[in-house]
C-alpha cells in the first residue's frame, strides 16, 4: 500500500530516481522544476526550476563523481534532465542549492523535439537521451571534470528513426538499449548501434509504452502501460518459449506473434 506522499510539484510529475546511496529522490516535473527529497524525513530539501518557461521530461543521474569520508551522496551526482526546449541541462546539486550548469552542446541543439527519455552508462560515462521524433543521441564525457561541467560532453553517435520514444534503458551487462515508442519495445546494440531485429516474442500493447526498464540482472524488460505492468523476456537473453505477463486484476493470453506493422524494424530506423 502507499507508504507516503510527497508534494510540492505543481503539475504533473514526469520521472524521478533514486540517489546512489538511496537517502535522496529527485524528481522533474511539467512545472519545470527539478527536486531533492529526503527519503528518511520524507521532506523537500531542494529545488531548481529550469531557465526559460520549460516542461521538464526525462531525469537521470550520473555516477558519484567524487566524495571524500563515507558514502557518496546525492551532491556527488550530477542530474540530467531532459526538456521542453529540446536541450539535455546538466545540474549540479550541493547542500545548499542545484546550479544549472547549462544545456549539453552549448546553444547548438542536437534534438529536434523535447527530450523525453535519457539513460546513463556509468562505465562507459556515456548518456543517451531520446526524443519525440524518434532522435537518440549519445553523449560521451570528454572531460573529467569535478564537478562535471556541460562543456566536458560532445555527442558521439545520433540516430533518427521517425519514432516517438518515451523511455531508454540500458542493459548492465550486454550493451544493450531498450527504447519505448509508442506502442512498441525495441533494442538496439549499443556497440553496433544497430536495431536487434527480433528482440520479443508477443510484444505488442495498443494503448502504449509509458516506459520500459531492464531488471538489474538484465534477464527481463518491466514495460509500463496503461492500466498493467508486463514483465517480459528478451528473446536474445533467453530462449522461452513465450513471454511473461503480470496483470491485474485479471490476466489475458499473450500472443506468440506480434501483429504485422507492430514491434517490427521501420525503414531508417535499423542503425545509428
Not at 529545488?47 to 571524500?68: F, K, N, Q, R
Not at 550530477?78 to 552542446?105: E, H, K, W
Not at 538484465?218 to 496503461?226: D, E, H, K, N, P
Request: charged share 20%; aromatic share 8%.
Amino acid at each position: 500500500g502507499l507508504i507516503h506522499e510527497w508534494s510540492g510539484h505543481r503539475s504533473i510529475v514526469h520521472d524521478m530516481k533514486w540517489s546512489s546511496d538511496g537517502a535522496h529522490l529527485v524528481s522533474s516535473g511539467a512545472d519545470g522544476a527539478v527536486k531533492i527529497w529526503t527519503a528518511e524525513k520524507r521532506t523537500e530539501l531542494l529545488s531548481v526550476h529550469i531557465m526559460g518557461p520549460v516542461i521538464v521530461y526525462g531525469l537521470e543521474l550520473s555516477e558519484p563523481y567524487a566524495h571524500g569520508s563515507g558514502e557518496p551522496s546525492v551532491f556527488d551526482q550530477s542530474i540530467f534532465v531532459g526538456s521542453s526546449d529540446r536541450s539535455v541541462v546538466l545540474l549540479r546539486p550541493d547542500p545548499n542549492q542545484i546550479t544549472d550548469a547549462g544545456p549539453l552542446g552549448g546553444r547548438s541543439l542536437h534534438h529536434g523535439a523535447p527530450v523525453n527519455a535519457l539513460a546513463y552508462d556509468g562505465g562507459g560515462r556515456l548518456l543517451y537521451s531520446g526524443d519525440g521524433r524518434g532522435r537518440i543521441v549519445v553523449w560521451q564525457e570528454i572531460r573529467h571534470d569535478a564537478p562535471p561541467s556541460a562543456e566536458g560532453y560532445a555527442v558521439l553517435h545520433r540516430m533518427d528513426t521517425g519514432l516517438f520514444f518515451r523511455s531508454l534503458s540500458l542493459d548492465p551487462d550486454m550493451g544493450l538499449l531498450v527504447a519505448a515508442d509508442g506502442d512498441t519495445l525495441r533494442i538496439y546494440d549499443r556497440r553496433t548501434h544497430r536495431q536487434v531485429p527480433t528482440f520479443f516474442r508477443g510484444f505488442c500493447n495498443r494503448n502504449g509504452v509509458v516506459r520500459a526498464s531492464f531488471s538489474p540482472d538484465g534477464r527481463f524488460v518491466l514495460a509500463g502501460t496503461s492500466p498493467v505492468l508486463l514483465l517480459y523476456t528478451p528473446l536474445l537473453h533467453r530462449n522461452a518459449p513465450r513471454s511473461r505477463l503480470l496483470r491485474s486484476p485479471s490476466p489475458t493470453k499473450v500472443p506468440t506473434k506480434a501483429p504485422s506493422g507492430c514491434g517490427t524494424p521501420r525503414p531508417g530506423s535499423s542503425a545509428w
